[in-house]
């Protein structure tokens, strides 16, 4: 999905836990901050979500987070280690995009998950199970020998416009 599919910009926030090192939090989350696609983003380890999942439930609710991801593991986990009365204190009804990929996504995962969460007033639509390719991102991007400079604004319109080294502008 795209930065447009996931309408991510100036008025979204993300809240993720995922690996830093892993593609998903790396390119998905960090990377997707800093060169603006989201607004806010906050971090948590994935040892705080493992020992406590509400952490992250907590969170999105405090901050009123638009977006998250997560692979289907921990969607399971959240129904398993929340309780009812925990879930009635989080207002989720801000999220547009709850993005479960990075391994294969269960049907019963989904429904346990939607149906324990729709109290918080998390919308099933806004549940958007995805597949990542971090393995064709690699392949492409392994073993390039040469520099290719594009044209920034015109990769902001979704188009690829290289450019001269001398009329490069630095980011």
Request: aromatic content about 8%; hydrophobic content about 40%.
């Amino acid at each position: 999905a795209s930065t447009k599919d996931l309408r991510l910009g100036w008025g979204t926030t993300a809240v993720s836990w995922l690996p830093h090192h892993q593609s998903a939090g790396l390119i998905g989350v960090i990377m997707s901050t800093l060169f603006g696609s989201s607004a806010n983003t906050y971090l948590l380890s994935p040892q705080g979500f493992a020992q406590r999942p509400a952490l992250w439930f907590e969170l999105m609710a405090e901050v009123g987070a638009t977006h998250t991801a997560a692979p289907d593991f921990s969607f399971d986990l959240a129904v398993r280690r929340t309780t009812p009365e925990m879930r009635k204190r989080w207002d989720l009804s801000s999220l547009r995009h709850v993005v479960s990929a990075g391994e294969p996504v269960r049907l019963e995962t989904v429904r346990s998950f939607l149906e324990a969460f729709a109290g918080c007033g998390l919308r099933p639509e806004a549940f958007s199970p995805a597949y990542t390719v971090a393995e064709h991102t690699l392949t492409v991007a392994f073993g390039g020998k040469v520099a290719l400079r594009l044209d920034r604004d015109s990769l902001g319109q979704g188009r690829v416009v290289p450019v001269e080294e001398e009329t490069c502008r630095p980011v």
